[in-house]
């Protein structure tokens, strides 16, 4: 079966640095993906991994690991507006996009 | 104004009634999805299309079909529905061309009571 994990929540303060694990078992891989979704929001892309290895865009990198089916998306310089859901979601072999339950984070003052 | 729009934005129905849900996109994307997120199972996927003529069913097609009026258009039916169907719909369509990303609507929150 299709199997995305990824923490349930997770609190952090501003200007801290967060990281947020996502492991996967999926029926072939075609990328993964990372969104963000405040609450009651729709969800925005962030980053797209296919090749293993960090990718950076500004604040956030997100990194991926094939073999291991492992990707972590890192925030840095932590603003109060990061608090939101961070879904990782894994395209497969069908092209279908499996989405993880998502990570609640929180920035505390 | 918003690259995809859902219609309606909440929606109460009552058990077995048939219902209509439609996505409207201004992007020219192909592809285009029907997800439906309930809490602490993430979205899933209930249908998608590759263009107007190619339709495919999700993890959770049961109890769900679509129609595909156009290349801008992408409507969710639930013929009879049911109070487990009650979850918020995301219609979204993705960029083939540059980042694969997804762009969604703002959703549709369903009550069936």
């Known amino acids: 079966g299709q199997n995305i994990d990824q923490p349930t929540e997770m609190t952090a303060t501003e200007g801290a640095i967060v990281q947020i694990n996502c492991t996967y078992q999926?029926?072939?891989?075609?990328?993964l993906f990372w969104y963000q979704q405040h609450a009651g929001e729709a969800p925005t892309f962030l980053s797209y991994n296919v090749l293993d290895g960090l990718e950076e865009k500004g604040r956030f990198s997100s990194f991926l690991s094939r073999s291991k089916g492992y990707s972590y998306l890192l925030l840095k310089e932590l603003q109060m507006k990061d608090s939101a859901s961070y879904l990782c979601a894994v395209r497969d072999r069908g092209q279908n996009f499996v989405f993880g339950p998502g990570t609640r984070l929180s920035v505390l003052p | 104004d918003a690259d995809v729009t859902q219609t309606p934005r909440n929606r109460i129905t009552k058990t077995g009634k048939r219902i209509m849900l439609e996505c409207s996109q201004t992007?020219?994307?192909?592809?285009m999805y029907w997800y439906r997120q309930d809490p602490g199972l993430g979205l899933r996927l209930i249908y998608y299309s590759f263009d107007v003529k190619d339709i495919n069913k999700g993890e959770i097609s049961d109890g769900y079909s679509v129609s595909r009026q156009a290349q801008a258009k992408f409507s969710l039916s639930l013929e009879s529905a049911i109070p487990n169907q009650t979850a918020l719909y995301f219609c979204a369509t993705e960029d083939r061309d540059g980042t694969y990303e997804q762009y969604f609507g703002p959703g549709t929150r369903l009550t069936v009571t």
């Open positions: 992007k020219g994307h192909d592809r």
């Open positions: 999926t029926s072939g891989f075609n990328g």
